[in-house]
């Protein structure tokens, strides 16, 4: 790989990782200083990460990863992975959503995802990231440890859908969960 190609790369990446941290910590309601208590981290570290003018180290990441309760999986995730993802597992997901009822939507969340989702607008996905999050709260236990994955996964179908805003909600939560599971 030759050096421009390699910068390049760099850059993708510490946008999603920007991109995923951002949306898990307004998921989670957490400021910044909250966020630098749990880490470690200072505020200039944490928002040289999210304004993409930082270089992570794999040790900062980690810390990220771990006071989130994320995995590096969904930490790393990008469009292009995501949506090859939602391809690859497209049977085993539609096996196991056979057996499950969906998600209950509440009505005042429909016209505002419909509104949001396919957007990667920050304040839209502040918005989204939040709605995520409620939507979750409602279905599952909030206390599983799969639960932030399933956020961020669920954040990211509605960003990332092509196929309407629930059906990336859904599959975006069942792949967080599946990585979840994977990494234990």
């Not at 009505?107 to 995802?113: H, I, S």
């Not at 419909?114 to 607008?121: F, L, Q, V």
């Not at 799969?146 to 792949?175: C, R, T, Y």
């Amino acid at each position: 790989m030759n050096s421009s190609n390699y910068i390049k790369e760099l850059n993708v990446n510490k946008e999603n990782i920007s991109r995923n941290i951002f949306l898990i910590r307004k998921a989670l309601g957490l400021s910044h200083n909250k966020l630098c208590e749990l880490t470690g981290l200072t505020r200039p570290i944490l928002s040289s990460i999210e304004n993409l003018s930082g270089n992570p180290t794999i040790e900062t990441l980690s810390k990220i990863s771990v006071a989130l309760n994320i995995s590096t999986d969904m930490l790393h995730m990008s469009r292009a992975k995501f949506l090859k993802l939602k391809s690859l597992l497209k049977s085993s997901y539609e096996i196991e959503k056979q057996h499950e009822i969906g998600f209950l939507v509440p009505e005042k969340y429909w016209k505002l995802l419909i509104k949001y989702s396919g957007s990667e607008n920050r304040s839209n996905k502040n918005k989204v990231a939040k709605i995520s999050y409620e939507i979750l709260n409602l279905n599952y236990d909030i206390l599983s440890d799969e639960f932030n994955n399933m956020v961020l996964g669920a954040s990211l179908g509605i960003i990332f859908q092509k196929d309407g805003f629930k059906e990336g909600l859904e599959f975006g939560a069942w792949l967080g969960k599946n990585l979840s599971e994977k990494n234990k």
